[in-house]
């Protein structure tokens, strides 16, 4: 508004489950040696009994108490010590020095996290020494590639390696070739001309009943001073649509500019900011109005100085009782360009004096529109200057823990794009978000999008579901694309690429199904499905396709004399015609072979109709073009062993799959 600038901890008791999870039989596939081969692709799974615990957090009570804490004589017995080495007398003192900070202490002595994070990692206390070395690339002021280049290779098995957005949508047109995969229910959505304008259009909120949509424009182009005027526009939702989006008008929307509102849960109280206004304290201050009986707005009044400062002041949401009120504002004293600030109700019913939210939510950039879920202690907001990011601005989300907000997390590329994304808001069943985002191309000007709410952005997915991918020959990590789909609503979180040491991770909503599908040019698909019951661990072995040699399958035999398909060869041709529709550009030949019993002519007229019959059946499964299978029968002209027992002559009767790559 005016100015774009820069769970609770889910302790849920489960009953002790033992969960004996049925996997489908394993993929027999590998290639032809001296015996018939049978190919291994396996999953182990291990459930937790609970969710976990809250993550690592640091404590900084001086924070709203003093602007910048030093004490010279402490700090120059810290650096005597840790000059003699006597590392384990610095690090109690260290901590206690660290634990003092004020606001200003994160950028003038930002070289004290970082040391007290490189004696903790000393010590073997790697969890928290990387929330400290989080806290120096959240606050530095100097170069710090050296820094950052550190804790990347921290990282690099436990960060998450999403691919790129293009990718994934092809993925997801793959899989609607197949009925059992469900693609997501849908991408990000421009509102529509019935709610956006040719001007810019942001800071959505919804009434609790989920029917009115309050939103901020500037489409009124003449204002105080002829600058474009910031209004309040709203929206009613008849029969699924929104209609066409009218003004507050008066007296809420005036000559000054409002906007970035909020609204109580009985709808009686509206909560707004108004720039330049006369009883303004800052150039944008957050203001209160109340909602007659005759069904206007009235009582309109500056929340005042305990609230507001003499800076910029905007964009409130209220916590689920209504007691606390976040905003953000870029007035001095805090980390940033613009911080996320709260404040709360006293008995008197009064707002106490504001406090900054701490150095793990804002950073040195912008963090901006905060957003508190109406059910759930999680907060959104937009930041710039968060460690993990897609674009200029990203929506993260934070859980609130024993009184701490836990270390911000992207809600993923879904959502966030190049340009910039603020103002994100949802419904009070999470089943739709509403968000302002701006295209790369067109930074400023900003419109109102929706869309079915993607699993990342979940308050809820914070069950943790984590694997490993192994080569069951060599036990070495693969290379892949891990999605998870669920498959009771059709969400899809975004397809990430298994980590350099063969592990992936996802967080996921508890009590849930989902189909987790694993694919490479180097395997056949794998396909899972789980029904998550807490925090679960999942180990994948699978055999590496030889692309010289051609494949055969011990579950593919005819019935003597037949040609039909029968049920225990689906699951094995289901998974090579899935690999064909995962890998658009690979080509598949079918080779069919019969012993050296019987008629010569018939034999070859048998083995081209099961051929013919395989590849009839991959067409019809995945619905691709007969260009790319090749079927061949070559009778009993290429047996592998001369017949002398009924063992050769069965090793003889065999289909051959050959997987083609072509050149590039």
């Not at 404040?343 to 019913?349: A, F, I, L, M, R």
């Not at 029904?531 to 399958?553: A, C, H, K, Q, W």
Request: a negative charge; one cysteine or more; charged letters at 25%.
């Amino acid at each position: 508004m005016g100015k774009i600038t820069s769970l609770m901890k889910r302790l849920f008791l489960l009953v002790y489950l033992l969960l004996t999870f049925l996997l489908p039989a394993a993929v027999q596939a590998q290639q032809i040696t001296n015996v018939e081969p049978e190919a291994i692709t396996e999953a182990k799974i291990q459930v937790s009994e609970l969710q976990p615990t809250s993550e690592f957090h640091l404590d900084f009570p001086n924070l709203n108490k003093i602007p910048y804490y030093h004490d010279r004589k402490k700090l120059s017995l810290i650096n005597r010590l840790e000059k003699r080495r006597q590392y384990g007398k610095v690090l109690p003192l260290l901590e206690e020095y660290v634990h003092n900070f004020g606001i200003e202490n994160f950028y003038k002595d930002t070289e004290l996290l970082w040391r007290l994070g490189q004696l903790l990692e000393r010590q073997g206390n790697t969890e928290k020494a990387k929330a400290l070395y989080r806290l120096v690339l959240k606050h530095h002021r100097s170069d710090a590639r050296t820094i950052i280049s550190y804790y990347d290779s921290l990282e690099q098995n436990t960060k998450d390696y999403y691919v790129p957005l293009d990718y994934y949508y092809e993925l997801v047109e793959y899989r609607k070739s197949i009925a059992t995969f469900k693609p997501p229910q849908g991408v990000y959505l421009n509102m529509g001309y019935a709610i956006n304008s040719p001007y810019a259009d942001y800071g959505p909120t919804l009434n609790d009943e989920n029917e009115l949509l309050i939103f901020t424009s500037k489409r009124n182009v003449v204002g105080l001073h002829n600058r474009t005027n910031e209004d309040l526009y709203f929206s009613k939702q008849n029969n699924g649509f929104w209609e066409e989006a009218q003004s507050f008008g008066k007296p809420i929307n005036s000559i000054y500019n409002e906007g970035s509102a909020c609204l109580s849960r009985d709808g009686k109280t509206l909560y707004f900011a108004r720039c330049e206004a006369p009883d303004s304290y800052g150039n944008c201050d957050i203001y209160v109005a109340t909602r007659q009986e005759d069904g206007s707005w009235g009582q309109i009044r500056n929340l005042g100085q305990n609230v507001n400062s003499p800076a910029w002041d905007s964009q409130p949401t209220l916590s689920q009782n209504e007691d606390t009120l976040y905003f953000a504002s870029d007035r001095l004293g805090g980390f940033g360009l613009s911080d996320i600030y709260f404040t709360h109700k006293t008995k008197s019913g009064n707002w106490a004096p504001a406090q900054n939210l701490g150095p793990v939510v804002n950073t040195r950039e912008s963090e901006v529109s905060p957003f508190l879920h109406p059910k759930f202690q999680v907060l959104y907001f937009s930041s710039r200057g968060q460690l993990n990011h897609f674009g200029d601005f990203d929506i993260y989300k934070t859980y609130q823990s024993r009184g701490h907000w836990q270390e911000p997390r992207n809600i993923g590329p879904l959502v966030n794009g190049r340009g910039s994304e603020y103002y994100f808001t949802i419904d009070a069943e999470s089943r739709n978000l509403y968000y302002a985002r701006s295209e790369a191309n067109d930074i400023q000007n900003l419109d109102l999008y929706s869309f079915p709410l993607p699993m990342e952005a979940h308050p809820l997915a914070v069950t943790k579901v984590e694997g490993t991918l192994r080569d069951s020959v060599t036990n070495k990590p693969l290379s892949a694309v891990v999605s998870v789909i669920d498959l009771d609503n059709g969400i899809e979180i975004s397809s990430k690429y298994v980590r350099p040491d063969g592990s992936f991770e996802f967080n996921l909503i508890d009590n849930a199904r989902y189909l987790i599908l694993i694919q490479s040019p180097d395997f056949f698909t794998i396909e899972r499905e789980l029904e998550l019951r807490g925090d679960t661990s999942l180990d994948f072995m699978t055999s590496v396709i030889d692309y010289s040699i051609p494949l055969v399958f011990k579950n593919i035999e005819f019935d003597p004399m037949q040609s039909d398909i029968t049920p225990e060869m689906e699951p094995i041709l289901d998974e090579v015609a899935y690999f064909l529709i995962d890998h658009p550009t690979y080509l598949l030949e079918i080779a069919g072979h019969t012993d050296s019993a019987g008629d010569a002519e018939f034999n070859q007229v048998l083995s081209q109709d099961r051929a013919d019959a395989i590849k009839r059946y991959i067409e019809r499964k995945v619905n691709i073009g007969s260009d790319r299978i090749e079927a061949i029968g070559y009778g009993s002209s290429k047996p592998i062993r001369e017949e002398q027992t009924e063992e050769d002559r069965r090793i003889n009767r065999r289909v051959e799959f050959k997987i083609i790559k072509l050149r590039q």
